[in-house]
Nanobody, 119 residues
């Protein structure tokens, strides 16, 4: 069983920056595709950014050029650097790990970390 633990959330003013971290337990981090999702009040959870096991990245249009996802396999950690934050970035941010399987992927979620951007 893999556990994902996020940290780094908090309250920041518009235009500020935060760096989220997600540490995974176990020894299979390097084979997992990792992603950051967010859920604002009253809205569905949405993809923010993801990084493959090989380091390929993709981003939601709303965060392109402002956010950057990276991973450190030696530390079982994925990061989300968030710059130029806007009030609409306010949400709970969740880390997700995926092991791609032929029939059904195995998915793990963290408990979430709150990010609040004040105007």
């Amino acid at each position: 069983q893999v556990q994902l633990v996020e940290s780094g959330g908090g309250l920041v003013q518009t235009g500020g920056s935060l760096r989220l971290s997600c540490v995974a337990s176990g020894s299979i981090f390097s084979i997992m595709s990792m992603g950051w999702y967010r859920q604002a009040p009253g809205k569905q959870r949405e993809l923010v950014a993801r990084i493959s096991r090989d380091g390929d990245t993709n981003y939601a249009d709303s965060v392109k050029g402002r956010f950057a996802i990276s991973r450190d396999n030696a530390k079982n950690t994925v990061f989300l650097q968030m710059n130029s934050l806007k009030p609409e970035d306010t949400a709970i941010y969740y880390c997700r790990g995926t092991i791609v399987r032929a029939i059904q992927d195995i998915i793990y979620w963290g408990q979430g970390t709150q990010v609040t951007v004040s105007s």
